[in-house]
């Protein structure tokens, strides 16, 4: 008999004992042998690290227990507190403090009348605690579900019994618990899954899925987290009910797509995503990269798709922000389409026609506006930049200052776009044979392309030194015309050709002399 079964047959089965009520935290668990043992040391989370960073938290618990119920910290907070005593990165204590109770929600607001209590949901038993220095603190009744439609139960009965409310839960690590004292509560083998990185259902894994098809992107999202496996049971189980993924929100498929391109192996969850039956229902456009050849002489590492898995293998190592990993993702998705359109000749055009797919996908997956934008430009030019170097030096600071942001330090706080789009292009070439040889060149430009902006001006500095209304004041009207002059003021000035308003006047009245501006061309 493992160890889990030891516990739930303890505590729910002929072997269980029912403990007195208690205001000493984790003793009645303690007498119903539940209280996690002999687990290399790991039966204790730092309980006063969260009470450091999160002070409520401690009254909370302590106000419960003293009115007579049970009160414990689950879910993240435990799971967190023993990867980081695993020496793991991860943030701990988290910024979202989860506590369940066998508290109802009137003897919660009786509990807590000096403060503001709101129903965050309150059918389901969940509060929200107000605390003194105003951080909001969620309290849930111990509850359990059942009547599920795949996306959320049909049936919610609160309970007084923390074993009903960790059997519903989705994951074993998920399913910890810990009392006030941080001695942790184990009742289905989360611990020793958590120390074997092994991502396993609770109970019966097609249960658990058919309950909220969601989870089966939860489980690749924690396998991706502590860097660990998906149980083989649990596998099977996320393959068999893979294409009902479909009947989730975008939304929610977005926020747990966005959560798992935040990790270190976003590869690791896109791989398991594709062999798990997943790809083709969330994002068919990257599944379509499937055997769309490349030249081998520039990618010998394989097909599309081959070459867009190792980008983000390689993205793992150092781009942190998921929006641009999942323009690392979808920076090739125009390819099969541009190659059907050429019969097959040849991928021109595949950046702009996979900037409209990574738009539509950006607005499928209900990112915000700002962050499809920011996709889209992302994506629209992560082959442009390859020519920055035989761009003129207007030109290059133009490209670099798109989305100067006026920040002040490093270079890629002020121009975020410009070096966010060198990241994708450093993933692009290290997953080819290109290599270092394909950006290194260009990250040189850049830097001598900033210390030229810091030596003479910005474009920001380039549109005070003169605009649009200062050329109208010398007859121009608003027009192609106004336009085209400005455009090669800016260049003249941002090469440093010119310096100050009058010298931007001064040339304004030779090309407007001149009566057509674009015979002109920029240097």
């Not at 007195?20 to 002999?38: L, M, W």
């Not at 509990?111 to 003194?132: H, K």
């Not at 989360?190 to 097609?206: E, K, N």
């Not at 440093?496 to 308003?501: E, F, P, R, S």
Request: one cysteine or more; charged letters at 25%; a negative charge.
């Amino acid at each position: 008999m493992s160890y889990a079964q030891w516990v739930l047959e303890c505590h729910y089965g002929r072997r269980r004992r029912t403990p007195s009520r208690t205001n000493a935290g984790c003793s009645e668990y303690k007498r119903a042998g539940i209280v996690v043992r002999a687990m290399g040391g790991l039966d204790q989370i730092d309980v006063a690290a969260v009470t450091s960073a999160h002070q409520y938290v401690g009254v909370i618990l302590l106000r419960l227990q003293q009115a007579g119920h049970d009160a414990v910290l689950i879910g993240g907070v435990v799971r967190d507190g023993l990867q980081a005593q695993l020496e793991r990165p991860v943030l701990f204590p988290p910024t979202d403090i989860d506590i369940a109770t066998s508290a109802s929600p009137d003897e919660i607001r009786e509990i807590f009348s000096d403060r503001q209590v709101v129903g965050l949901g309150e059918a389901f038993g969940v509060m929200l605690i107000v605390a003194p220095d105003g951080q909001a603190y969620e309290v849930a009744t111990f509850r359990t579900e059942g009547e599920y439609d795949g996306r959320r139960p049909g049936r919610v009965e609160l309970v007084r019994d923390l074993g009903g409310d960790v059997l519903r839960r989705d994951l074993t690590i998920n399913g910890l618990a810990a009392t006030a004292d941080g001695t942790v509560i184990d009742l289905v083998g989360g611990v020793d899954d958590l120390v074997a990185r092994r991502i396993r259902a609770i109970g019966d894994p097609m249960n658990r899925f058919a309950e909220d098809y969601l989870r089966m992107l939860r489980a690749i999202r924690f396998a991706c987290q502590v860097d660990g496996q998906i149980d083989d049971d649990t596998a099977a189980a996320i393959a068999f009910g893979a294409s009902n993924i479909a009947t989730i929100s975008k939304e929610r498929i977005g926020e747990e797509l966005m959560r798992i391109l935040g990790t270190r192996s976003a590869a690791k969850g896109l791989t398991l995503i594709d062999e798990l039956g997943l790809l083709v229902p969330i994002l068919p456009e990257v599944a379509a990269c499937k055997g769309t050849p490349q030249p081998e002489e520039y990618h010998p590492e394989g097909d599309v798709f081959v070459h867009t898995m190792a980008a983000v293998h390689v993205a793992d190592g150092f781009i942190h922000d998921p929006i641009v990993k999942l323009a690392v993702l979808l920076h090739d998705i125009g390819k099969p389409t541009a190659l059907q359109r050429t019969g097959g000749e040849n991928m021109g055009g595949h950046c702009a026609i996979g900037a409209r797919m990574a738009k539509d996908i950006g607005r499928r997956l209900r990112l915000s506006r700002q962050d499809v934008l920011r996709l889209h430009y992302l994506v629209r030019h992560h082959m442009r930049i390859a020519d920055f170097p035989k761009m003129g030096r207007g030109k290059q600071v133009r490209f670099v200052s798109e989305g100067e942001n006026g920040a002040e330090g490093s270079p890629s706080s002020r121009f975020p776009l410009f070096f966010q789009l060198l990241q994708v292009l450093v993933a692009d070439c290290e997953a080819s044979a290109h290599r270092s040889s394909g950006w290194a060149p260009i990250l040189n430009e850049t830097l001598d392309v900033i210390e030229h902006i810091d030596l003479v001006c910005g474009l920001q500095r380039a549109h005070e030194i003169i605009d649009g209304h200062a050329l109208m004041a010398l007859g121009i009207a608003p027009g192609p015309q106004l336009g085209a002059i400005l455009g090669i003021l800016h260049d003249r000035v941002l090469s440093g050709q010119i310096k100050t308003h009058e010298e931007a006047i001064e040339a304004a009245r030779k090309l407007i002399a001149a009566q057509d501006a674009e015979t002109y061309d920029s240097p």
